[in-house]
């Protein structure tokens, strides 16, 4: 089987985790969310988490040297052989230059970079709706995903939260940190001929049956 190297592109709340989720079902990769990673580090007060922290609750990015340090190790271990999907990874070009290092370096190459693309109206209603669960992660959304137990997970029962970023002003914050730092990415990647683009206002199922669509054509171009 070839590898699937993904990262997946958009802006807060566009549906990445979500849309990772259903990706880690179809696929036996490790997915590596950097969200994750660091709000992991900030509980359990580790060094990365105590430099991320303060950045995080602004809402701005986190420096690039500590993040890069993160996801060029789990890139380079023995369980992202077949591959990885990155969710939140790379957000500015030089994280982006530090992947493509450490891909060329293993003698790999990114499958794709899935964009997944919303209006900033779509994502704040989004943000500030979203529910967290505070054991593993799980997402939900008060109007338009909400669990069968309010304010409890479906899948760990554990206590839904919202997330101290999701209050509206940080939501606006790391909009424009979006526009600003990590769209160019979009252009980045276009030019390499790997970005694929969703339209990230559909419902979850249609978007990942466009993402699943557009990997089994890649995958198919890649046998030929
Ligand atoms: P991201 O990882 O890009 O920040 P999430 O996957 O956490 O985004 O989704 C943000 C919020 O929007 C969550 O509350 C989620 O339940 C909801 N959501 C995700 N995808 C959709 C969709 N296609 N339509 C409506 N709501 C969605
Ligand atoms: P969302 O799901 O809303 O897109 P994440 O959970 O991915 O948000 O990220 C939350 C916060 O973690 C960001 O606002 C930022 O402070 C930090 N962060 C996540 N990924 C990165 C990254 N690649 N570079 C720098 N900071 C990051």
């Given at each position: 089987?070839?590898?699937?190297n993904?990262?997946?592109?958009g ?26 990673i660091?709000?992991?580090?900030v ?11 303060e ?6 990015l ?9 996801i ?13 999907v ?9 994280q982006a ?42 997402v939900?959304?008060v ?30 914050h ?20 790997l ?16 993402i699943r ?12």
């Amino acid at each position: 089987m070839s590898e699937l190297n993904l990262i997946l592109l958009g802006p807060p709340g566009a549906g990445k985790g979500t849309q990772a989720e259903r990706l880690r079902a179809d696929f036996d990769v490790p997915y590596y969310a950097m969200g994750d990673i660091l709000r992991a580090a900030v509980k359990e007060g580790t060094e990365l988490g105590r430099e991320a922290k303060e950045y995080m609750d602004r809402g701005d990015l986190v420096p690039d040297d500590l993040v890069c340090r993160v996801i060029v190790d789990r890139v380079d271990s023995a369980e992202a052989r077949d591959g990885f999907v990155l969710d939140g990874f790379p957000r500015t070009v030089a994280q982006a230059d530090a992947l493509a290092g450490a891909v060329a370096s293993l003698g790999r190459r990114l499958t794709a970079a899935l964009s997944i693309e919303a209006p900033d109206e779509d994502v704040i209603r989004r943000l500030s709706g979203r529910r967290m669960c505070d054991k593993n992660g799980h997402v939900y959304h008060v109007e338009f995903d909400p669990p069968k137990n309010e304010g409890f997970c479906d899948q760990d029962g554990s206590v839904l939260v919202q997330r101290e970023d999701d209050r509206e002003e940080t939501v606006r914050h790391r909009l424009e940190v979006f526009h600003d730092q990590t769209k160019p990415l979009i252009d980045y990647y276009a030019r390499q001929g790997l970005l694929r683009r969703f339209d990230g206002t559909r419902a979850p199922e249609e978007v990942h049956g466009h993402i699943r669509a557009t990997l089994a054509t890649l995958r198919l171009e890649e046998e030929l």
